[in-house]
């Protein structure tokens, strides 16, 4: 019998997911992809509105008007599936969409698409196989844009919904009395609006150092509040540095750590996301479903519990469309048998014996699911046990290459032109 997949989403992840079900016909039917809005790319499908569609439902992207790319192209591409090689290094997100859309073509993903369909509720359920075997299938449920709910069952769920569209704003105290505007980057689409302006933004990770450069090439006097290490590297004319805003008093006036005080016409959250699964019920699953955190997750993928529901592209700080491919090849290898996992008490007691260690070490809770440098052990062990190819050495050496530059040339970074001369190697192109 072939395997009935349901893909909830049909940005990068689950595109990704798309293109290799379609890939694996003999084990799986073609994939049932659900998508809430009426475009395939998710996050990078631009769209000016903020709040929410038509429909009522929430504007799903955060992505910005002016926005490049914050990787190169030759790193962020699917293994499989380069950029168009006449384009530079760093792209406007337009072409990022067109890439997605060009992807979807190539692998005729599109016929799969239900597109305006939002999945409502993803139910496990207890069946007994033929063979006397328990197994669990899923009930998708899921409205199409005239209201018509319908409920499916299928064998497997991948959740591709993505996680940048839910706001994360920490506690100020007092933040009430501030008498300007608040807002989060989720709905910063310009800079125009700015202009003249004095903005206190907070956060000062991509989004955070990247929008106070759009602010301050617009006139606007940007005060960048952060908690981490300052920066060392000149930043350009009207940002200036502050410690984390800790308060704000009955006057509406915004209190640093270090103590100082000062006024702003903004406060801009730039403070990142949190998960949100309106559509799962954690306990249901086994699951801690937390504003920063999902846990436990084995692989950080699946509840030990359910391993055939898999989270695509959950981890932070990672290559997303490298990540992803090996996470969606790891996945089918589970479903189609050909990777044998442990039972459910030890993938358990790995997940939380990682977990324990990492917070022995001192990482916050919230920061647990940042993966940073352990991202490439953690591709390399997927495609060793599934037995795919592995992720190119370049990949890694190019992505940290870029990196180290991002921190020291924010600015200017994506004015470099890189080009893969081989498995092992880049060169910077003049
Ligand atoms: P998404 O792109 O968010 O797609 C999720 C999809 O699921 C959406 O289409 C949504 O409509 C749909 N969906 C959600 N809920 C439901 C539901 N209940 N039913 C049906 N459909 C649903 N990555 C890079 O590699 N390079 C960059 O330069 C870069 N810059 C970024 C800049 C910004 C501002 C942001 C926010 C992210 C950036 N990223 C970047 C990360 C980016 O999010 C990933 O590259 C990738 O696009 C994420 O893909 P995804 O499929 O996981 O999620």
Redesign the pocket.
């Known amino acids: 019998m072939l395997q009935r997949v349901a893909v ?9 997911a798309a293109r290799h079900i379609l890939s694996r016909l003999n084990s799986f039917a073609p994939p049932v992809v ?4 009426d ?7 631009y769209d000016e509105r903020v709040g929410t569609y038509d429909n009522g439902l929430p504007v ?5 008007r002016d ?5 190169p192209k030759e790193v ?1 591409m699917f293994p499989d599936y380069p950029f168009d090689p006449k384009l530079n290094s ?2 406007p ?1 337009q072409e ?1 969409q067109r890439y ?1 859309e060009g992807y979807c073509q190539s692998y005729n993903i599109l016929p799969h698409i239900r597109f305006n ?4 509720s993803v139910k496990p359920v207890g069946m007994t196989t033929e063979g006397g075997e328990s197994r669990t299938t899923w009930k998708v449920t ?1 409205s199409d844009p005239s209201g018509h709910r319908k409920t499916e069952t299928f064998d497997s769920v991948f959740v ?6 839910h706001p994360h704003t920490p506690d100020i105290p007092g933040i009430e009395n501030f008498k300007g505007k608040v807002l989060h ?2 709905v910063y689409r310009y800079a125009e609006p700015f202009s003249g302006q004095s903005v206190v933004v907070l956060g000062a990770k ?2 955070g150092l ?1 929008i106070s450069i759009e602010l301050a090439k617009v006139g606007a006097q940007v005060t960048l509040s952060h908690g981490r290490p300052r920066f060392t590297f000149p930043l350009p004319p009207g940002i200036r540095q502050s410690s984390p805003a800790v308060a704000v008093d009955e006057d509406g006036s915004i209190h640093f750590q270090d103590g100082s005080v000062g006024t702003a016409d903004v406060l801009m959250f730039c403070t990142g ?1 949190n998960f949100k ?3 799962l019920d954690g306990a249901e699953l086994g699951l801690e479903i937390q504003d920063q955190l999902v846990s436990p997750l084995y692989r950080f993928m699946m509840p030990p519990a359910f391993p055939s529901l898999f989270f ?2 959950l981890c932070k700080m990672i ?3 490298p990540n ?1 491919n090996c996470q969606v090849q790891f996945a089918l290898a589970v479903l189609d048998g050909s990777v044998t996992l442990p039972s459910v008490a030890q993938m358990e007691d790995e997940v939380r014996r990682e977990l324990k260690e990492k917070v022995e070490q001192g990482v916050q809770q919230r920061h647990l699911l940042i993966m940073e440098q352990n991202q490439w052990e953690y591709c390399q062990t997927l495609a060793r046990i599934a037995g795919f190819p592995p992720l190119a050495p370049v990949v890694r050496s190019l992505y940290e290459e870029v990196w180290w530059q991002r921190r020291v040339h924010p600015e200017n970074y994506r004015r470099l032109n890189y080009r893969l001369v081989s498995d092992t190697q880049w060169e910077l192109i003049e």
Request: proline share 2%; glycine share 12%; hydrophobic share 40%.
């Open positions: 909830i989403g049909a940005g990068a992840a689950g595109l990704c659900f998508e809430l809005t475009k395939v790319g998710g996050t990078w499908c799903h992207s955060s992505m910005y926005l490049k790319t914050n990787l962020m760093f792209l997100h990022v997605l369909t939002v999945v409502e899921s591709c919904s993505g996680h940048y569209s980057s989720h991509a989004s990247d996301y699964y309106q559509f695509i592209g290559c997303p469309f992803f």
